[in-house]
């Protein structure tokens, strides 16, 4: 199971960190992935991190303002989101999957957590 937590309402240009806990199982052997999806509009990916932390991926609009990270003695993945702006307005999901460098592709992710509302004020 993997729960969300810290999003919240923030001014443009603000930071956020969001943070995924897993619990029922180690997310160890796992890549992580952050999704999100705004009103209106389809899920999409906003970046992975493989199963050691070594290697990430973002989606073109959150590079150099978003970051992944991972503790996998604590079970945690965490996604730090700076500089944000009125678009990045989502409900933001983390997910696991057994793809080992993670993927791009909703359907390779297993599990998901119930989502944490992030909303950026002008």
């Known amino acids: 199971q993997l729960t969300e937590s810290g999003g919240g309402l923030v001014q443009s240009g603000g930071s956020l960190r969001l943070s995924c806990a897993a619990s029922?199982?180690?997310?160890?052997?796992?890549?992580m992935g952050w999704f999100r999806q705004a009103p209106g509009k389809e899920r999409e990916l906003v970046g992975f991190?493989?199963?050691?932390?070594?290697?990430?991926e973002y989606t073109e609009s959150v590079k150099g303002r978003f970051a992944i990270s991972r503790d996998n003695t604590k079970n945690m993945a965490y996604l730090q989101m700076n500089n944000l702006k009125p678009e990045d307005t989502a409900v933001y999901y983390c997910a696991s999957t057994k793809v080992f460098y993670g993927s791009h592709e909703m359907t390779d992710y297993d599990v998901w957590g119930q989502g944490t509302q992030v909303t950026v004020s002008s």
């Open positions: 029922g199982g180690t997310i160890t052997n796992y890549a």
């Open positions: 991190i493989m199963w050691s932390g070594v290697s990430t």
